[in-house]
């Protein structure tokens, strides 16, 4: 469930956020008539702005116990997919950017109190690992994810399409590259928000994220 790459892929501070208080991300129409030579990193920037308007719409008006309720038994909940995504992201990022992660250098760990070592970010959990995750509020993972977010932009915005092709993982056959990271992460964390929409949907009948 975290991100991870294989060779058939191509290459705040620590509070609530009132949600409703939220900016929309820049539209990609917007992005295009501002200029048509659009960079690879504002391309990304745009992206990665639809995995922050896809948790927003989830945690808008969300009760607690809607967060962790589990539809079928040992199932994730929208609680845990989307720590768990924010998680990825900042693990992941903070790793390719040489930054502290959001987690533990803005206090978010200590505020969400989990039961886990402050490097867990989700991937390989069992069941009963997820039913742990219990937040006090929606505005709890807004918070966090909103302070990820805005980390994950500020590196990006300053990208060259040159520092795309840095290889950051030399594990892989062939090495992972910076460019083919960020793709990964993109990836992983846009199916995971549109797995907490469809729990949103499912649990909250009439919900929609429009």
Do not use: C
């Given at each position: 469930?975290?991100?991870?790459?294989?060779?058939?892929?191509?290459?705040?501070?620590?509070?609530?956020?009132?949600?409703?208080?939220?900016?929309?991300?820049?539209?990609?129409?917007?992005?295009?008539?501002?200029?048509?030579?659009?960079?690879?990193?504002?391309?990304?920037?745009?992206?990665?702005?639809?995995?922050?308007?896809?948790?927003?719409?989830?945690?808008?008006?969300?009760?607690?116990?809607?967060?962790?309720?589990?539809?079928?038994?040992?199932?994730?909940?929208?609680?845990?997919?989307?720590?768990?995504?924010?998680?990825?992201?900042?693990?992941?990022?903070?790793?390719?950017?040489?930054?502290?992660?959001?987690?533990?250098?803005?206090?978010?760990?200590?505020?969400?109190?989990l039961p886990f070592e402050d490097a867990a970010i989700g991937f390989g959990q069992?069941?009963?690992?997820?039913?742990?995750?219990?937040?006090?509020?929606?505005?709890?993972?807004?918070?966090?994810?909103?302070?990820?977010?805005?980390?994950?932009?500020?590196?990006?915005?300053?990208?060259?399409?040159?520092?795309?092709?840095?290889?950051?993982?030399?594990?892989?056959?062939?090495?992972?590259?910076?460019?083919?990271?960020?793709?990964?992460?993109?990836?992983?964390?846009?199916?995971?928000?549109?797995?907490?929409?469809?729990l949103r949907g499912l649990i909250d009948k009439g919900w929609s994220p429009f």
């Amino acid at each position: 469930m975290g991100a991870r790459e294989d060779r058939f892929r191509l290459p705040v501070s620590p509070i609530e956020v009132d949600i409703e208080a939220l900016a929309t991300p820049v539209a990609l129409t917007e992005m295009a008539n501002r200029k048509a030579d659009m960079k690879a990193n504002e391309l990304l920037v745009e992206a990665y702005g639809r995995i922050l308007e896809t948790v927003q719409a989830v945690l808008k008006d969300v009760t607690n116990e809607q967060l962790v309720q589990q539809t079928v038994p040992d199932s994730n909940t929208i609680g845990w997919l989307i720590w768990h995504l924010s998680r990825v992201q900042d693990d992941h990022l903070a790793e390719v950017a040489g930054l502290d992660q959001v987690w533990t250098s803005q206090g978010w760990a200590d505020r969400f109190g989990l039961p886990f070592e402050d490097a867990a970010i989700g991937f390989g959990q069992s069941p009963d690992e997820v039913a742990k995750v219990q937040v006090e509020s929606a505005g709890l993972l807004m918070g966090y994810y909103h302070g990820v977010h805005d980390q994950t932009i500020k590196f990006l915005g300053e990208l060259s399409d040159r520092d795309l092709d840095r290889v950051v993982d030399e594990s892989w056959d062939p090495p992972v590259t910076l460019g083919v990271r960020l793709v990964s992460v993109l990836s992983d964390d846009l199916q995971h928000a549109g797995q907490a929409a469809y729990l949103r949907g499912l649990i909250d009948k009439g919900w929609s994220p429009f």
